[in-house]
DNA sequence: AAGACGGGGTA
DNA sequence: TACCCAGTCTT
């Protein structure tokens, strides 16, 4: 055991939070944990965690449930092809695996949603094999930690790292160890602000040294957003209204929505002949993705409208829409006009 | 190799 | 604004 190892898991013993997968290494529970927390904080992410444990509290209840039940446990969290993914994996456990998950690095990285840094976090903890995890954490501490500036999101540079965490990983303790060193990149070595102070490392750092830390890890790609303008139709009759579900190859798939009509500028939605529905403007939002910047108009309108868009509508008692997942856009919409409160 | 894919948080 | 988050999949 290496003296940066020994100084790493001392650090993780005393500072490491109490967070609900870490109670047992359950591996179908750390693997939800696991796919919950890409791309999302612990914080953000907790109660999700939560929810999909007492919803689906076993592999077979996931696998049994309906794509429609798991997708609305995901409303809100983002990037839905996680839910979708974990959903169909859960079939591929059930039915290939007779409900036992798998149990090495390359077994698991088959399953769908579950890539290098995934495989590699639960074969480590649930399993003991020595993999190295290499997540936005250990980048960051990494990057810092040797002074290495090499972009993070090139090929090479997941090599190079990655090839570092192999020869840092305490191949002993491989689940403790990742854990750690995720631990650390999310309460000391954090992206601004670093407690570098309270480091453990502090006397070894090459950028701490370098007065480098502000400029690593590097990154080199910056992600480009396009606008997007979007009119939604609020149509009501008695208790029920309208949705449809998004099928395409596009943001929220499989998610429900109420009737839309995408336009390619803001003003177009003016050629657009509304005049017999005379549909009343209600309420418009700004709505931020990763890579859109949606512009949304919603408004009341009657059923006539729906001869003037392409798409399968029906009819959805309003006692019943907690049975469907809605993009957060469309929730902020009927939430602030009454017709869903928010959980 | 480069884009696409959500939503919330920080400075 | 710009960047980040226990990344993966598609093109």
Redesign the pocket.
């Known amino acids: 055991m290496t003296d940066f190892a020994i100084k790493l898991q001392q650090w993780f013993t005393v500072n490491k939070r109490e967070?609900p997968w870490?109670m047992v290494n359950d591996p179908y529970k750390v693997w939800l944990?696991?796919i919950i927390?890409?791309?999302?904080?612990?914080?953000?992410g907790e109660s999700y965690y939560l929810k999909f444990v007492d919803s689906f509290p076993t592999v077979f209840d996931l696998a049994s449930a309906s794509e429609d039940r798991v997708l609305r446990r995901w409303q809100?969290?983002?990037?839905?092809?996680r839910a979708r993914?974990l959903h169909a994996a859960a079939k591929t456990i059930v039915d290939d695996y007779n409900g036992v998950f798998p149990n090495t690095f390359n077994d698991i990285i088959k399953l769908?949603?579950?890539?290098?840094?995934?495989?590699a976090?639960i074969a480590s903890i649930c399993f003991d094999e020595p993999c190295a995890v290499v997540?936005?954490?250990v980048?960051?501490f990494i990057s810092r930690l040797k002074g290495i500036s090499t972009a993070i999101d090139?090929?090479v540079g997941k090599k190079e790292f990655s090839q570092i965490a192999d020869e840092l990983l305490d191949k002993e303790n491989a689940g403790e160890h990742n854990?750690a060193m995720?631990?650390m990149?999310?309460l000391v070595c954090r992206?601004?602000?670093p407690l570098c102070h309270d480091c453990p490392f502090n006397t070894d750092c090459v950028a701490l040294a370098s007065k480098q830390i502000g400029n690593l890890?590097y990154?080199e790609?910056?992600t480009?957003q396009r606008a997007r303008y979007l009119h939604f139709f609020l149509i009501r009759n008695e208790n029920k209204i309208v949705l449809e579900k998004r099928n395409a190859?596009?943001?929220?798939?499989n998610l429900y929505q109420l009737p839309l009509k995408e336009t390619r500028s803001a003003k177009k939605i003016k050629s657009f002949d509304l005049r017999e529905s005379q549909p009343l403007f209600v309420k418009k939002y700004k709505?931020i993705?990763?890579?859109?910047i949606l512009y949304a108009s919603f408004y009341f309108a009657d059923k006539s409208v729906l001869s003037q868009l392409e798409g399968e509508y029906f009819d959805v008692d309003l006692e019943l829409l907690d049975d469907y997942a809605f993009?957060?856009?469309v929730v902020n919409f009927l939430s602030d006009v009454g017709v869903v409160k928010t959980d």
């Open positions: 967070l870490r944990s696991e927390l890409q791309q999302t904080q612990v914080v953000q809100g969290l983002g990037y839905y092809s993914n769908k949603g579950v890539g290098p840094y995934t495989a976090a997540d936005g954490n980048f960051r090139s090929t854990q995720m631990e990149g999310a992206p601004s602000n890890p990154k790609k910056r480009k190859k596009d943001i929220w798939k709505h993705l990763s890579h859109q993009p957060q856009l």
